[in-house]
């Protein structure tokens, strides 16, 4: 497997148990996890992007967390709805200013 040219890391909130218990499951982490693996697969980027979720992130008032590597993005106070306009500024090389933490 080739390494991917970016990873997209989305909070789950889940804990060293494997338990998902936190702020960002509350507001809609899997969903916004399930939004990014589709939007992957619609633009036929999966051999480039990489998901995964992980676990707390310690920054739980900011939440939903999402971190984009090797870009060092991270986002913060993340909806379903923002997941179209990362990947579109994903795509472009930017970023999606008003989320920036
Ligand atoms: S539960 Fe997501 S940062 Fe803590």
């Not at 148990?17 to 969903?31: D, R, S, V």
Request: glycine share 8%; charged share 25%; hydrophobic share 35%.
């Amino acid at each position: 497997m080739e390494k991917p040219k970016h990873h997209i890391f989305v909070c789950s909130s889940s804990r060293l148990t494997g338990e998902i218990k936190g702020f960002c499951a509350q507001k809609e982490g899997l969903e916004i996890l399930e939004n990014f693996v589709e939007e992957v697969q619609d633009r036929s980027l999966d051999a480039d992007i990489m998901v995964t979720n992980t676990g707390c992130l310690g920054l739980c008032s900011m939440g939903p967390i999402v971190m984009i590597y090797p870009e060092q993005t991270w986002y913060g106070k993340v909806s379903p709805d923002d997941v179209e306009d990362i990947m579109d500024a994903l795509e472009e090389g930017s970023q999606v200013e008003r989320l920036i933490i």
